[in-house]
């Protein structure tokens, strides 16, 4: 079975937590990244100034912030399709959300933690 590997090539800020993502499929999408800004990782991009700071990693490509928060590339094309949870997901109250891209030995790209496997749909 072939699994897609997306890409995001592009994005914009539109609002505050809220960007214009645009993957190398052609698919772009408005995301509100507010529900899942807590826990040690994506807690402290609340602060805008940080959010801001966001950039796109030139070798895995995909989303990435100055503190090691990052979110796989996978997972934000299925948000921005509708086939993610994460996008009606309610503010998670501090508990922790693994939404992190990693690299295997041929440089394919997982998700792991247990909000991406509850994230996507069937």
């Known amino acids: 079975m072939e699994h897609k590997i997306y890409w995001v090539v ?24 507010q529900p899942v800004l807590a826990g040690e990782i994506y807690g402290p991009l609340q602060d ?6 966001v950039e796109i990693d030139p070798e895995v490509h995909t989303l990435v912030w100055p503190n090691g928060a990052d979110i796989c590339p996978d997972l934000l094309h299925a948000w921005a ?14 508990r922790p959300i ?20 509850r994230a996507l749909l069937p």
């Open 10 to 33: 592009s994005f914009e800020s539109i609002r505050p937590f809220t960007l214009k993502v645009t993957f190398d499929d052609g698919v772009t999408q408005v995301i509100d990244f």
């Open 48 to 53: 805008e100034k940080i959010f801001d700071q």
């Open 81 to 94: 399709t509708g086939r993610s949870r994460l996008s009606q997901r309610p503010p998670s109250r501090g």
């Open 98 to 117: 693994d939404v992190r891209c990693h690299a295997d030995d041929v440089g394919a790209r997982h998700c792991i933690g247990r909000m991406v496997r």
